[in-house]
């Protein structure tokens, strides 16, 4: 066995690693664009419901979409270092290729950095959470009521009919207020109706704990400010440095004057 062969697996996953992170850094951005372009597409479909020539560049923006999504999801599985694991771990981009249109939400793998980072960085991370939470929330908002309205539509014993009717009951959904003028009948209505209560627990749960981190932030201000003006954070001598300084010397001659 020649010199590094032992070290030769663990050096091609280090490069394979190094190719997957590369790759996915270089597709990000272009991915969130062309996914904003499907949902576009999906939503002129679902809402207009066009003929013609624009129904049939509509579907070519779709598959063009899709077919960069599967290709996305095939080279990232390639150069995963643990494929199976790689499949566990990563259950949205499989949903990606099913559905282009959620890839805004990549995103949401970095919202645990975020929170943690919030913690020590203070209002400058807390602005970026509040800014996430807005945009992601929004985004889920349109697709949950696009997706409803594209399957509610004209089904039996359903009342969502128009977009305007989808964003109502999507706003009241994903805020918890839940009013149930407008409610789902079909099954793939009820499932987007479930993700969409997720996210507003969820919604609520990170808005919570701003608040609470903005607020223990503002409390702890004013009580180190004041700590540090009033001094009782400076240190103190000894206690046995002060009874010596009035200790009378044992050294002192017989006789003489005790110190006052």
């Known amino acids: 066995m020649g010199p590094g062969t032992a070290d030769a697996p663990h050096g091609t996953r280090t490069a394979r690693g190094d190719r997957a992170a590369r790759w996915e850094r270089t ?17 002129v479909q679902v809402i207009a419901q066009p003929d013609g020539l624009v129904r049939h560049l509509l579907n070519g923006i779709t598959w ?21 694991r ?9 949903a990606l290729v099913i559905f282009p249109g959620l890839a805004m939400l990549r995103l949401a793998r970095f919202i645990s950095l975020v929170v943690l980072l919030q913690r020590h960085a203070g209002a400058l991370v807390r602005g970026r959470v509040v800014t ?7 985004l889920v908002t349109w697709v949950a009521a696009v997706g409803v309205l594209d399957v509610e539509r004209g089904a039996p014993g359903g009342n969502i009919e128009t ?22 009948v079909t099954l793939p209505g009820r499932l987007i109706a479930v993700g969409l209560m997720i996210c507003g627990i969820a919604l ?9 981190s903005w607020l223990i932030g503002q409390v702890r201000t004013p009580a180190t400010a004041g700590t540090g003006a009033t001094g ?29």
């Open 27 to 43: 597709t990000r951005w272009p991915l969130l664009s062309i996914s904003l372009l499907f949902l576009a597409s999906y939503s």
């Open 64 to 84: 063009v979409v899709w077919a960069a999504f599967a290709v996305d999801y095939v080279v990232s599985l390639v150069l995963a270092q643990h494929r199976l």
């Open 86 to 94: 790689w499949i566990v771990r990563h259950p949205l981009d499989l």
């Open 132 to 138: 996430y939470v807005v945009g992601a929330s929004s």
């Open 163 to 184: 977009i305007g009717d989808s964003l109502w009951w999507a706003i009241a959904t994903i805020t918890t207020v839940g009013y149930g003028d407008y409610t789902p």
């Open 204 to 212: 609520v749960g990170v808005i919570t704990a701003t608040f609470a």
């Open 232 to 260: 009782h954070d400076a240190p103190q001598p000894p206690a046995d440095a002060d009874r010596s300084s009035v200790r009378p010397r044992s050294d002192a001659a017989p006789g003489s004057p005790s110190p006052r």
